[in-house]
């Protein structure tokens, strides 16, 4: 999992990843995990909207998570 999470360049996507899985490795639900991180995603970004910030976590936990894709994402402009 550390040498996945070191490729993910954007600070906020990296936090909201590893949030992620580490909740559920300790058995949270997916939507209480899910919920979770779009509220951690909104304090890196506090700019965003509900929508917004929904959107961006789940395409990054399908292209990380589910998929396990290792290109780059689409998202936000900070580094």
């Given at each position: 999992m550390a040498a996945e999470l070191s490729?993910?360049?954007?600070?906020?996507e990296r936090a909201v990843i590893t949030a992620y899985q580490e909740l559920r490795e300790v058995?949270?639900?997916?939507?209480t995990a899910f919920h979770a991180c779009t509220t951690l995603y909104r304090i890196h970004h506090p700019e965003?909207?509900?929508n917004?910030?929904?959107?961006l976590v789940s395409e990054w936990i399908d292209h990380h998570?589910?998929?396990k894709s290792d290109g780059?994402?689409?998202?936000?402009d900070c580094g």
């Open positions: 490729r993910i360049a954007r600070k906020c058995g949270t639900e997916d939507m965003a909207s509900l917004e910030a929904r959107r998570v589910v998929r780059p994402t689409k998202g936000c």
